[in-house]
């Protein structure tokens, strides 16, 4: 096809210089993106005031597109815009759509790249509009962006708008069901369903999160955060604590979604706690009773008097210190009657780490008493109900048998009695008291330096414990 061209008046000196001026200011040679955008821009403005060469054929006008052969077809109004035409030589159909055409940065002639804008249909509105999105498309390529990334972006951005969004209880059924396996405490499963509002019936149903429940998780604002929790921060402070957290954790998970976007409207820190007390500051905390560690002795010299499986439980926390969880689900396999230890499996464990304890003499003495009355169950000390160990309800009963109201003393806070106990009567080391009671080291730079389990100070402390728990003189203690 042979060439045409058109003089309008430029000079092709200039041309050649702007077009080494770009050339030198191109990246790949030292220069900057912005400088080679200006200085291209510069180069194709002169280059269309001079010297254009243009392929004959192409098309003008509508009148043009009409008598197009099959083939892509140039524009000559518009530069790289282009229409492609398909027509079926049996029925006589026609496609017709437009496609800009370009040459990315930095690569060969024979890398150009084509990019669709819609179909032709042979209007002056649609070839006014085709033109209209081709310079929109020149300028994307003139700043040294990928117009079809751009597009693609657009388009993104446009189905998330649409996307239907989840109401909350939507969301937070979907949420819940998913991480609640993460939650071995059944307990704590049903404490995320019931503050929700998506656990209970009738009257047992909580109703703090029911304005929430309607509204699409892109339209929870801060005023709706508020109107859950005004209600019952000042009355139910550790409640709304963590509801609050738990609404945070869901509204965050929905913005990873791209439910939602911006700030967390039930964020604590630099938010919420400009409007709310901390949950410390509005109760003084509660801690579980305690009985006095000097009241020790005679309780356990009265508890051996009883006989029963709760008692021997009650008993067994009292000489190991542990939590009554961990007690409650012993398991024979668990104990190891040749080194006197008994060790907790790490799911049991509050912290999630297996925990070894010195079994005293007197801790021994207990198992040995449930293994004379053992049923078959795995449970050291089996429940009512098949195939559980005892409940708690069981061990708080122990103690409301023997007199001690539920402000006078509880099971877990026979720990409380041992750490007291461990302190002012004895000399042994803060951190063999706290391995004993299996709590962490507060310190990070203590902890990562001191990671021994100091089991045989431990033996020692077991045993002195159980001394004093028999009224005997505690040996090792001083």
Not at 23 to 29: G, I, K, N, T
Not at 215 to 239: F, N, S, Y
Not at 277 to 304: C, D, N, Q, Y
Not at 423 to 449: M, Q, W
Request: glycine share 8%; proline share 4%; aromatic share 6%.
């Amino acid at each position: 096809m042979p060439d045409t061209y058109t003089q309008r008046g430029g000079g092709d000196d200039d041309v050649k210089r702007l077009k080494a001026e770009m050339a030198a200011a191109h990246p790949d040679r030292g220069g900057t993106s912005e400088g080679f955008a200006v200085a291209r821009q510069r180069y194709l403005d002169a280059r269309g005031n001079g010297r254009v060469r243009q392929r004959a054929g192409g098309f003008k006008n509508v009148k043009d597109l009409a008598k197009l052969p099959n083939g892509m077809h140039a524009d000559r109004q518009c530069r790289s815009l282009y229409v492609q035409v398909r027509r079926d030589r049996m029925n006589g159909a026609c496609a017709m759509s437009w496609l800009y055409r370009w040459k990315p940065r930095g690569q060969g002639a024979t890398s150009s790249r084509l990019m669709g804008l819609g179909p032709c249909d042979c209007t002056a509105a649609n070839l006014e509009g085709a033109r209209k999105r081709a310079a929109e498309v020149r300028e994307l390529v003139a700043a040294g962006k990928d117009p079809i990334e751009e597009r693609d972006k657009v388009r993104e951005a446009e189905a998330q708008r649409l996307r239907p969004r989840p109401t909350f209880l939507e969301y937070a059924r979907e949420y819940v069901k998913r991480r609640e396996g993460e939650w071995k405490n059944p307990v704590h499963r049903k404490q995320w369903r019931d503050t929700l509002g998506i656990g209970g019936v009738g009257k047992s149903r909580m109703t703090y999160c029911d304005s929430l429940h309607g509204l699409r998780m892109d339209k929870i604002d801060g005023h709706a955060i508020r109107t859950v929790l005004d209600p019952i921060w000042a009355a139910k402070p550790e409640t709304a604590s963590r509801l609050r957290g738990r609404i945070e954790r869901i509204l965050d998970a929905a913005k990873a979604e791209g439910l939602r976007e911006g700030d967390n409207p039930a964020a604590w820190k630099g938010n919420l706690d400009t409007r709310y007390s901390p949950k410390g500051k509005l109760r003084e905390v509660k801690h579980h009773a305690a009985l006095p560690w000097t009241k020790i002795p005679s309780f356990m010299a009265k508890l051996r008097r009883r006989n029963g499986i709760a008692e021997a439980c009650v008993e067994l926390i009292v000489l190991t210190v542990t939590r009554s969880k961990e007690a409650r689900g012993a398991r024979w396999e668990e104990i190891d009657w040749e080194a006197k230890r008994w060790t907790v499996p790490a799911a049991r464990m509050k912290r999630k780490k297996a925990h070894t304890i010195p079994l005293s003499e007197a801790a021994i003495d207990v198992l040995k008493r449930m293994e004379a009355i053992k049923t078959g169950s795995k449970f050291v000390f089996p429940g009512l109900k098949r195939g559980s160990g005892i409940s708690d309800t069981s061990l708080r009963n122990v103690l409301r048998n023997m007199g001690l109201g539920k402000d006078a003393a509880s099971v877990h806070g026979m720990r409380s009695s041992f750490r007291d106990w461990a302190g002012e009567e004895t000399n042994f080391p803060r951190e063999v008291c706290e391995h004993a009671l299996a709590h962490s080291i507060p310190d990070a730079t203590e902890k990562a330096y001191f990671r021994s389990t100091l089991y045989s100070k431990r033996v020692e402390l077991m045993g002195a414990w159980a001394a004093y728990c028999a009224g005997l003189p505690a040996t090792g203690a001083a």
